[in-house]
């Protein structure tokens, strides 16, 4: 497992560093009277969205890892379920500072209450809510937690569909981009690229846990001695 | 036997909270508090804003609801009883049961006393539809008490227990907050939107469905130390 981690960390290093390049060669998606700052905004759609699918990836690896906790009592599982909490908030930030970026430009404002930008919202929120938890909990903070991340999974449907039809009365415009053939490849390594990450910043945040957890278990055993 | 014990632990604090009305007034005082704040902030030259009412009506309800749960669960810190109360030879998910019938019950009071001044201050026609109306509140307070109930018992052993309930609770009612909002606006109307109101009470029934059956199967696994 530990030698791994170099080559993960140059695959990915090489991978990102491929990606902008990459990016200026996908054809624009042609939009009637778009300026070039419109086309060019598009661009970060190349970043927002794989944020998104790791930041859904990743509330779903904690979720799972907080109720096998719960239900088992594994320490593993409570360990990879705050490494993969902490990267929800993380990708979530990319992903709620650039889809802003992208909306200033092609709608108009900053935020629309749509149902996916709330859904992800609160998603985010409660994975910030979990860290605060585990942070400022005290005893029994990991159950707390835990808890925290199994209804915050089962949240999300219904935020979802509370959101879709409280829109729905309210309808607005907006533009949602289909892929075009020249794009699709250029996204999915993209994809790629943030999945490695997230592989990779994963394993290390819950083997720096387990160090944790190691270095405190000696310190119990010294202090008995 | 499990509605007996859940039966008697409703009964239990009842029959503490009649005899010293202590989180009854208190909440009663806060909600009526709540309402005035909002009324100097969106009542202008007399009129106030469209779709007020409703959204008052549910913030309301959530932030005294969240006065409630802390100070019933506080009681029981207090003299230690929630200890005695899981030492019982009952079922964890009764005695879960039993809390959150005396909560509901409880948040039903108040609202008994808040609705009727919303309408008044408000001029929310409060009893053009009174039965699509209480469906909401009955269906919401159940949604907002079964993740508050289990939240509030799981803190009783936290550090900063009294921070951490709303920061858990808020992001993981979102829905019953919207839906109730969206379906007291819907009945609020001139002509009341019906059909509607009805669709959200759909939806805060299967929310309460799925987190009632969520906080069940957890509250065991939970609530052992």
Known sequence: MKSCYLP??????????VAPFRLMGAPDILVANATPGVLLSYKIFYYHVPSAMVMFLSAFVCGVASAVYLFKNRLAADRLAAAAAELVVVFGLIVLVTGPIWARK????????????????LLWMIFMAYLLVRRFGGQGAEKLSAAMAVFGMANVPFVYVSVNIWRTIHPTTQVIPTLAPGMRGVFWFCVLSFVVLFGLLLALRARLEQRRADVERLYLLADEE | MFLRVAWLVMRKDLTVEVRSREVIYTTIFFAVACVLVFA????????PLEDAAAGIMWISVAFAGTLALGRTFERERHSETLRALMLAPASRPAIYVGK????VLLLLVVEAVLVPLIGLLFHAPIASRPLELAGLLVLGTIGFSAVGTLFAAMLVRARSRDVMLPVLLYPITIPVIIAGVRGTAALFEVEPAVDLAQMWMALLAFFDIVFVTLSLWTFEPLMTE
């Not at chain 2, 959150?100 to 909560?103: D, M, Q, T």
């Open chain 1, 8 to 17: 993960a960390v140059l695959l990915a290093m090489a991978m990102f560093a």
């Open chain 1, 106 to 121: 092609a709608w108009g404002v900053w935020w629309q209450w749509d149902a996916r930008l709330t859904s992800t919202l």
């Open chain 2, 40 to 47: 100097f902030a969106l009542v202008r030259e007399g009129r």
């Open chain 2, 100 to 103: 959150l019938l005396g909560i």
